[in-house]
């Protein structure tokens, strides 16, 4: 498993879906842009519906009202005393292609999967937000065929970085992941690094916003980094860290893991601590369940040669 370490200001531990699913609201698609509350057993795939996404989780926040209600509720929605991260092994099919720059055969890809009830990426100063409720994040460690690792491959907002497991930091066997404040991107080394966050943005946004939005990123194009650093230290159980604890999704996936909607309202990108109509720009529909059985590394991912 790898080791985690935080900013000092970050507010949402990697928590248990079950918490999450405690307070949202489970919404059905019903007409164009009308979301009606259900009260049946999350549903676990889309059959009889009308409408895309037909279904989504829903925090009970305004999102575009801001972060401070959900800050309000992060007492409930986070725990720090308690990280809980998911795992689970595939078996990567023969001739699967390998990362550009990656020497070797990857026969196992065991891949680690985060959880945080909110994200909230903020620029330095507070001034650019992007947010959405229900983040995910994973981590990979690809194994050859005498389980031998030879690479690690780390989320990064909707792209991700790979590095040769020679040049991965780590403690012991443990891989260590910088987790970015708010935004919980994945990082091998402790830096403030420019954020490719920019890249969902424009590809979520519709055309017809998508200059309102580069004219809110525009106001604080300084500013637009992922920031690390190494407070709550999760992963072993020592002195110095917290213990993450390990739930195995090997087995027969539970019915959120099979849940065919989106997990947040949407996606809000705004400027000021408070959006408004003409500050807010909607930048996506919120993520989506995990892909568990996808047995190689995104092409778009960059592979990483320091």
């Known amino acids: ?57 829903n ?14 509720a992060a007492a409930t929605l ?10 689970r092994v595939l078996d990567v099919p023969a001739g699967t292609p390998m990362p550009a720059g990656i020497s070797g055969t990857a026969r196992y890809l065991v891949r680690y999967w985060l959880f945080y009830s909110f994200d909230d990426w903020r620029s330095r100063g507070d001034r650019l937000w992007q947010a ?28 991700g970085t790979v590095r040769a497991w020679s040049k991965v930091t780590r403690m012991q066997t443990h891989p260590i992941d910088y987790v970015a404040l708010g935004s919980h991107a994945n990082y091998f080394i402790q830096t403030s690094s420019p954020t490719q966050f920019l890249r969902c943005v424009y590809k979520n946004v519709a055309q017809a916003d998508r200059s309102k939005a580069r004219r809110l990123v525009s106001t604080v194009q300084s500013g637009i980094t992922d920031r690390t650093g190494t407070a709550h230290a999760l992963g072993l159980t020592t002195d110095q ?5 390990l739930v195995d999704l090997n087995a027969a996936l539970p019915a959120w893991g099979r849940f065919p909607g989106r997990w947040s309202e949407g996606e809000l990108l705004w400027i000021g601590r408070t959006p408004t109509r ?17 047995t190689s590394v995104p092409a778009l991912w960059h592979t990483d040669s320091s």
């Open 241 to 245: 860290q917290t213990s993450l604890q």
């Open 278 to 294: 003409y500050t807010r720009v909607r930048s996506g529909l919120g993520p989506a369940t995990p892909r568990w059985n996808t």
């Open 1 to 57: 498993m790898p080791i985690l370490y935080f900013h000092t200001d970050e507010a949402w531990a990697p928590i248990g879906v079950e918490r999450f699913l405690q307070l949202a609201r489970q919404e059905r698609q019903t007409a164009r842009g009308v979301w009606t509350r259900t009260t049946t057993p999350l549903p676990t795939s889309t059959v009889g519906c009308t409408f895309t996404p037909c279904y989504r989780l």
């Open 59 to 72: 925090l009970p926040c305004a999102l575009k009202a801001g972060a401070t209600c959900y800050e309000k």
């Open 132 to 159: 959405h409720e229900g983040d995910w994040e994973n981590i990979t460690v690809a194994l050859d065929a005498n389980t031998n690792p030879i690479f690690a491959a780390y989320s990064q907002h909707c792209s």
């Open 78 to 87: 986070s725990d720090w005393k308690h990280p809980i991260i998911y795992g």
